[in-house]
């Protein structure tokens, strides 16, 4: 499945990540104000974005995979999601079966 189609499909709760990057931009110094800025420019942006045809998304997501990190970030993004359902494990179990092999 290509990504754009894995990124479009994914259940995004956006009012959570937007919570999120409002506490990131806090953490970084932003005055409230600046935060309430940047959490209103997302909106717009975000807004704006769902607006498009599907095949303009596409469009968009495309040009934005160009970027080789963003790329990468958006597949971590991805899988995280894909995975959220797995049972986790211990660090130390994680490392002891790859000191093993």
């Known amino acids: ?7 479009l499909t994914l259940p995004c709760d956006f009012a ?3 919570e999120v990057n ?6 970084k110094g932003y005055p409230s104000h ?3 800025v940047v959490r209103e420019t997302a909106d717009t942006v975000y ?3 769902r607006s498009l045809k599907k095949t303009e998304r596409e469009a968009v997501i495309e040009r934005l ?6 790329h990468e970030d958006l597949l971590d993004i991805a899988t ?3 995975r959220r359902a797995e049972p986790g494990r211990p660090l130390r179990e994680y490392l002891a079966s790859r000191k093993a092999k």
Do not use: G
Not at 22 to 27: A, K, N, T
Not at 65 to 70: E, S
């Open 1 to 7: 499945m290509p990504v754009t189609s894995i990124l």
């Open 16 to 18: 959570k990540w937007k």
């Open 22 to 27: 409002i506490e990131r931009e806090r953490r």
């Open 34 to 36: 600046m935060a309430n």
């Open 47 to 49: 807004a704006t974005f």
């Open 65 to 70: 995979l160009q970027d080789r990190q963003f």
């Open 80 to 82: 995280i999601e894909q």
